[in-house]
């Protein structure tokens, strides 16, 4: 198999430490190491951290399971739980100790850049229509409740969600994503 380019190889890395790390704890030379590449190379591909931020963002977004949302041959409230039943299990792969990178960017650096701030809320954005249109169609089939506006109650989702993320990594145990699964899908969305 063909080696990635050294370009891949740093949004790899970076993803890797951004999310173990933070933005301001993982730094140039620390990535690049990670990467298996020498520092300068860095700056062949990126003219600073924020920038690779912003693509690191953006792949970390198009890896989002998305597509189960989009499954027209599942019924859209099984697609709305499996969808964070993956972004769970995932959390749990890596034993609850990181959360989703758009959370953690959005408490640790989101008011303190301009760019990644807005790269943030346009990813999530792109994640709660993505929700919302399952909503919609879930009420089509009479499954979730009309009452709801699909597009707040994705973005409470999503605040929900991001909670429960902070929850679980604090308490390091499944006890917050049984409540959000419980309160989500035996309660509002019944």
């Not at 301001?24 to 520092?39: E, M, S």
Request: proline residues 4%.
């Amino acid at each position: 198999m063909p080696r990635r380019s050294v370009r891949g190889e740093i949004v790899e890395a970076a993803l890797e430490q951004f999310h173990t790390l933070g933005f301001n704890a993982a730094g140039v030379k620390g990535i690049t190491d990670a990467a298996g590449v020498p520092k300068g190379s860095f700056y062949n591909h990126f003219d600073s951290k924020e920038t690779l931020a912003v693509v690191v963002l953006r792949e970390y977004g198009a890896a989002r399971p998305l597509a189960i949302l989009a499954d027209q041959d599942v019924p859209p409230l099984t697609r709305l739980r499996s969808h964070f039943e993956e972004l769970r299990d995932e959390v749990l792969r890596y034993g609850i100790a990181r959360g989703c990178l758009f959370g953690n960017f959005g408490a640790e650096i989101a008011d303190h850049n301009e760019t990644i701030r807005t790269t943030i809320r346009e990813s999530l954005g792109v994640w709660a229509d993505a929700i919302a249109e399952t909503i919609g169609q879930a009420q089509q089939q009479g499954s979730i409740p009309t009452g709801l506006d699909p597009a707040a109650t994705a973005r409470f989702l999503l605040s929900a969600w991001e909670g429960t993320l902070i929850m679980a990594r604090t308490d390091r145990a499944n006890s917050a994503f049984d409540a959000f699964f419980t309160v989500t899908f035996e309660g509002l969305l019944r």
